[in-house]
């Protein structure tokens, strides 16, 4: 029932065969190909210089013009100097090795397309500096400082997330931002922080009317309080996702977004002021919002509060859409959310 990890993780040449991988997404960010038609990458340094990488570093691989495939010669924590600038066409594979982005700023995704994140530990992640940041070969530029996201995706499209652990950032785990699209979330491992997945810059910023975003299959976990995700503008599908107790609110938005909560298994805090799914932020009232719920499974009290009315199917095509599972399945679903381990030769 989980179409992304059936159409890889039994296979025992996974690691002969890594760019299969690329097959394999769902949703709106399904055509995203990452490295898929480039060499392979393979980091081997978790040292990090900003202005000038040196080769075998995790940012030398990321800010080339060329496709690639980048893959760890073995576990590492890297601990960034400054927001690592992706550039388009790449994959940062983690499978086989315990690879972590940590303790100071993370990723950034900004002006590109087709980028793969799979596999791998972002958490506890700083605020950037103002200074020098190359995001290719030839060019470098004047950072005035990251937010401290774990993953910040600005004006950017066709992004696959896929298990990842995502934990304790400055500000968000994952924001999806100005204009944004074209993105999938899977498999995830989400906790220990408050503000969590953003989806739209601000409520003027109508760019963000673009923003569409498939998320499914993560796992919501402990410690977590709210924007799992908050919208505003854009439509997102949020489908066969698990939701452990958070503390404000699951799923909310503002300025009309559209949000369609399909197969997702919500288990309410005991705090009984809690127990709603949703949270709406309106001046002007959010009866017509188009928010709706099909086949969510509500525990200990937990309910969605609809609105809007006509149909809000994702609209995605023949080649995006996939089988929903019924929302008291998601337990099963998302058991194996965040990094797996995977051993050559061996199915995952």
Same mark, same amino acid.
């Given at each position: 029932m989980n179409p992304i990890d059936s159409c890889?993780?039994?296979?025992?040449?996974?690691? !002969?065969?890594?760019?299969a991988l690329a097959d394999c997404a769902v949703g709106f960010g399904r055509n995203a190909i990452g490295g898929k038609n480039g060499a392979t990458y393979i980091v081997t340094?978790?040292?990090?210089?900003?202005?000038n990488p040196k080769p075998g570093t995790l940012r030398y691989g990321v800010i080339q013009s060329k496709p690639l495939w980048i893959v760890f010669a073995k576990s590492m924590v890297i601990k960034l100097k400054n927001e690592l600038m992706m550039n388009s066409y790449?994959? %940062?594979?983690?499978?086989?090795?315990k690879v972590e982005i940590a303790y100071g700023p993370c990723i950034t995704i900004q002006y590109v397309s087709h980028? %793969?994140?799979?596999?791998?530990?972002?958490?506890?992640?700083?605020?950037? !500096?103002?200074?020098?940041?190359?995001?290719?070969?030839?060019? @470098?530029g004047h950072r005035h400082g990251s937010d401290g996201d774990a993953i910040d995706i600005f004006h950017s499209s066709d992004?696959?997330?896929?298990?990842?652990? @995502?934990?304790?950032?400055?500000?968000?785990?994952?924001?999806? %931002?100005?204009?944004?699209?074209?993105?999938? %979330?899977?498999?995830?491992?989400?906790?220990?922080?408050d503000k969590v997945m953003l989806f739209g810059h601000d409520d003027n910023n109508l760019e963000d009317k673009n923003i569409k975003v498939t998320v499914v299959f993560n796992r919501f976990g402990p410690g977590l309080v709210q924007r799992m995700p908050r919208v505003r503008l854009g439509y997102a599908h949020v489908a066969n996702n698990r939701y452990d107790q958070w503390e404000m609110y699951a799923i909310g938005g503002s300025a009309n977004p !559209?949000?369609?909560?399909?197969?997702?298994?919500? @288990?309410?805090?005991?705090?009984?002021?809690?127990?709603?799914?949703?949270?709406?932020?309106?001046?002007?009232?959010?009866?017509?919002?188009?928010?709706?719920?099909?086949?969510?499974?509500?525990v200990n009290g937990a309910y969605f509060v609809p609105s809007g009315y006509g149909s809000i199917v994702p609209g995605y095509t023949k080649s995006q859409s996939f089988r929903v599972a019924d929302g008291s399945m998601v337990p099963a679903l998302t058991t194996n959310a965040g990094p797996l381990i995977c051993f050559a030769r061996k199915a995952c």
């Open positions: 890889w993780r039994s296979k025992s040449d996974w690691a !002969t065969n890594r760019r340094d978790p040292s990090d210089d900003p202005s790449k994959t %940062i594979d983690g499978r086989g090795a980028v %793969i994140i799979h596999g791998i530990g972002i958490h506890d992640c700083k605020p950037g !500096t103002s200074g020098i940041v190359r995001n290719s070969p030839t060019h @470098l992004i696959w997330i896929d298990h990842c652990y @995502l934990a304790r950032s400055a500000d968000g785990l994952i924001d999806v %931002i100005h204009g944004s699209t074209a993105i999938t %979330i899977s498999n995830n491992f989400f906790c220990q922080h !559209t949000i369609f909560s399909e197969g997702n298994y919500f @288990l309410a805090p005991n705090n009984r002021n809690s127990k709603q799914v949703t949270k709406r932020e309106a001046k002007n009232g959010w009866n017509n919002w188009k928010w709706r719920s099909s086949r969510d499974k509500f």
